[in-house]
C-alpha cells in the first residue's frame, strides 16, 4: 500500500473516531427529539392506504407496460421527455396534489 494511501485510510478513520465521539459528546444527537416522537397522528393521517384507492394487478401491470415500452430513458430524450409526460398525467390525478416543474438546459 503506498503512502499516500496509507494516509488516506488513516484520515478516514481520524473522521470517523470524531462522528462517534460527537455521537457521544452531544446530548440527544442520538435519539430523536421527544417533540417529534411525541407527535400524535391525528384522525386525518391514516397508517395505511386505502385498498380502493389503489391501482389494481391489470392496472399495474398496464403502468409497468408502458413503462417497459419505452426502453432506456437517458437525460433529454424523447423516451424520458414521454416516461416525464406520462408521471405528471399520474400525478394530477391525484387529489389535492400540487405539482410544480423546473426546466434546465443540459449542455452537452
Known amino acids: 500500500m503506498s503512502g499516500a494511501r496509507r494516509a488516506a485510510r ?3 478513520r481520524g473522521l ?23 407527535l400524535a ?8 392506504p386505502d385498498p380502493a ?5 391489470a392496472e399495474l ?9 419505452l426502453g432506456l430513458r437517458p437525460t433529454g430524450y424523447r423516451s424520458q ?3 416525464i ?3 405528471l398525467k399520474q400525478l394530477k390525478t391525484v387529489p389535492g396534489a400540487k ?9 452537452r
Not at 391525528?42 to 395505511?48: K, L, Q, R, Y
Not at 384507492?53 to 394487478?57: K, M, N, Q, V
Not at 405539482?99 to 449542455?107: G, V, W
Open 10 to 12: 488513516a484520515q478516514l
Open 41 to 48: 397522528v391525528g384522525s386525518s393521517c391514516p397508517v395505511a
Open 61 to 69: 401491470q398496464g403502468m409497468n407496460s408502458f413503462v417497459a415500452g
Open 99 to 107: 405539482i410544480s416543474e423546473e426546466r434546465f438546459t443540459i449542455n
Open 81 to 83: 421527455n414521454l416516461y
Open 16 to 38: 470517523a473516531a470524531l462522528l462517534a465521539l460527537g455521537v457521544l459528546v452531544l446530548p440527544g444527537a442520538a435519539a430523536p427529539s421527544p417533540s417529534v416522537a411525541a
Open 53 to 57: 384507492a389503489l391501482p389494481s394487478a
Open 85 to 87: 409526460k406520462w408521471i
